[in-house]
């Protein structure tokens, strides 16, 4: 295989306490994790041909573009013109466009068509070739619309590599129209020979898909013209609404696409067409149109994308067995094998992404990377053997972030200007939302020792996407009436071995919850009392022995049980139980109790050290805050639920 991933920074490794602090160290570096295919073609299945739509039709005319030599200055003049020698069927681009640079075709006219791109072999050494193309719709001609070089090819060694793939520009929507005209840069050197343009003519789906699936989703958002309406109290974390292959009348796959081990990041696109679809009938035709190029153009197992979102947020299926497995796509030449590809439907150079797309990319996002217990906002290391159109060069480790864009890696300006302005949000968005379910899950089982139930699940679910952090929720719940009498009853358990009297247990309760009494400075008056000072024998040298015994877990030094007995016998209880409960002694050892308690593991000695001090000053509060805030609580909430 072509890649591996090595030394994930912040996705996958366990981050020690004492990195949630401002002063915290550098993470470790894990162990190197290789995304190598484990099978080949079980993405694919046994698919059927979509029920009532019509076959696509894909048609290829060789492309000749001669060489020009300028006669004077940078003017392409048409006696320097070489004669092209097209077949008959061929389209010559060897008329010259005054006052410019440029060649550019006859108009050709042909049988309806929606879809066109212009291929050449994967081989070819190809500069810019300034593809332009215009097409007629209605009668009427369209503006010249350059189309880009694509940044998408095979990853070596996988099967769609090996399906004799062609090089070539994006495809571009461009409605029903009946003819074409090319324009290319003009120069020395001759095109690459065995051009061709595809035309792709796509049925538009049946009438009334759409609203089919939009019946067909009740609770789960819909397929509209309008957006995907999310239902209130849904779990953020489960499978989004995604309208399937079958539905948008996908092809079978001619090649069955590998499947990588796992999923190591995301990787965002545009499909670089038509914004001006109307109906989600005429995004299906686009999306059709756009496998159509990708297997009959670029040849392809099947569409490169593994999953598809429109302009009102509905989110579309890709290639067979995306929703479940890390099925390798071809979307980003070099860094395919471990990704998954969303391209958003429409071309976001300067058009701003529609609200309820980036929700949907995040909501997409959020859900296939909480499947590997990936953080959205964090990052990692890729190796690559290189591909085409790829910024770095085989053998090259790159930097990425979990969630990046195509120009990230590729000479392409995928996304556009205004898709590559949206990805900040939607990383937050999607870790937010990935994270949100097994917080409150984790949070509900650690606080209040119990599972959630299903309106404390959507509610805080819903908060925690919205902006709310774990720390808040956590504390929260620290004031909850729930909390605090398990918080007071532990107190009594634990300090004087009883349960509480009815009055006791209410006064306590309330003033926890009213924000007057920490749950431990509860425990700090107990081991006060009188109560605790008859139980240690009502001796100092008793008292004091029971408060290291309880406290600090050991018995007094000598040294220390004759210094605190002369400051009982003048100063009272008070100042040898504070004494003894607010030392750094009894911080280190109730920072490592939260660590077992939230982390499941004991405390590294950097982050004791570091939390002990902040447990003396700001209490127990700010460590629960710190510590469910930190990447490692919230990877161990995503193990757990």
């Known amino acids: 295989m072509s890649h591996r991933i090595v030394s994930v920074a912040t996705a996958a490794v366990l981050l020690s306490l004492a990195a949630v602090s401002p002063a915290a160290s550098a993470a470790p570096s894990s162990a190197p994790v290789t995304p190598v295919v484990t099978d080949t073609g079980s993405a694919a299945g046994s698919e059927q041909p979509a029920q009532g739509v019509d076959e696509v039709s894909v048609t290829e005319l060789e492309v000749v573009v001669p060489a020009v ?49 212009v291929t050449w072999p994967a081989d070819a050494v190809v500069d810019d070739l300034g593809v332009e193309v215009r097409a007629r719709v209605d009668g009427q001609w369209g503006e010249w619309v350059p189309l880009e070089q694509a940044d998408d090819a095979p990853d070596p060694g996988t099967a769609d590599a090996a399906s004799g793939t062609r090089a070539g520009t994006d495809s571009l929507f461009v409605g029903d129209a009946d003819a074409v005209q090319l324009s290319f840069a003009a120069g020395p050197e001759a095109g690459p020979e065995d051009m061709k343009l ?36 849904v779990n953020l974390t489960s499978q989004p609404r995604i309208i399937t292959r079958g539905e948008w009348g996908a092809r079978p796959q001619v090649c069955q696409p590998d499947v990588a081990g796992q999923l190591v990041g995301a990787v965002v696109h545009h499909t670089a067409g038509s914004n001006n679809y109307a109906t989600v009938e005429q995004a299906m035709q686009q999306i059709r149109g756009d496998q159509a190029y990708h297997i009959d153009g670029r040849k392809w197992c099947d569409i490169g994308y593994n999953f598809i979102v429109d302009k009102w947020g509905n989110i579309y299926e890709g290639r067979a067995g995306s929703m479940t497995q890390p099925v390798i796509g071809v979307h980003a030449g070099g860094f395919n094998t471990g990704t998954v590809g969303v391209s958003m439907l429409g071309n976001y150079s300067d058009v701003p992404v529609p609200a309820a797309t980036q929700e949907s990319v995040a909501r997409l996002l959020a859900w296939r990377l909480a499947a590997y217990s990936l953080n959205p906002s964090g990052s990692f290391t890729f190796y690559t053997l290189g591909g085409e159109n790829s910024r770095y060069p085989a053998g090259s480790y790159v930097n990425l972030p979990t969630i990046f864009a195509h120009r990230d890696v590729g000479t392409t300006a995928c996304p556009g200007n205004a898709g590559y302005s949206t990805l900040n949000w939607v990383r937050s968005r999607a870790t937010a939302l990935s994270v949100a379910g097994p917080l409150v899950q984790a949070l509900y089982k650690d606080m209040l020792g119990r599972g959630v139930d299903p309106g404390g699940l959507a509610g805080w679910s819903n908060a925690l996407s919205n902006g709310t952090s774990a720390g808040q929720l956590a504390g929260y719940l620290a004031v909850s009436e729930e909390y605090a009498t398990t918080a007071v009853r532990a107190a009594y358990v634990d300090v004087l071995r009883r349960e509480p009297e009815a009055d006791g247990q209410r006064n306590w309760v309330n003033a926890v919850m009213g924000g007057l009494l920490r749950p431990e400075d509860l425990r700090g008056a107990l081991i006060a009392s009188e109560e605790y000072y008859i139980k240690s024998g009502s001796t100092p040298a008793g008292y004091v022995t029971k408060l290291y015994q309880d406290i600090l877990h050991r018995d007094p030094m000598p040294a220390e049980l004759n210094a605190w007995i002369p400051e009982l016998t003048v100063r009272g209880r008070g100042v040898v139980s504070h004494g003894v409960w607010k030392s ?21 000695p950097a982050g004791v050290g570091q939390w002990a001090p902040v447990l003396q ?23 757990r639920f």
């Open 198 to 233: 595809a035309l792709v003519d796509v049925p538009e789906v049946p009438a009334g898909a759409s609203a089919a699936l939009a019946d067909s989703t009740s609770g789960g958002g819909g397929a509209t013209a309008t957006g995907v309406a999310y239902a209130a109290g």
């Open 584 to 604: 750094l002694e009894s911080a280190r050892l109730r920072v490592d109790e939260a660590y077992h308690l939230y982390l499941g593991r004991s405390g590294d």
């Open 617 to 639: 000053s700001r209490g127990e509060g700010a460590l629960r805050s710190a510590i469910v805030d930190s990447d490692e609580y919230r990877r161990r909430a995503m193990d």
């Open 69 to 117: 030599e300028p006669s004077s200055g940078d003017v392409v003049e048409t006696p320097a013109l070489v004669e092209a020698q097209a077949a008959p069927d061929a389209v010559a681009a060897d008329q010259p466009v005054a006052g410019t640079e440029r060649v550019e075709s006859d108009v050709v006219e042909t049988d309806e068509f929606q879809t066109l791109g």
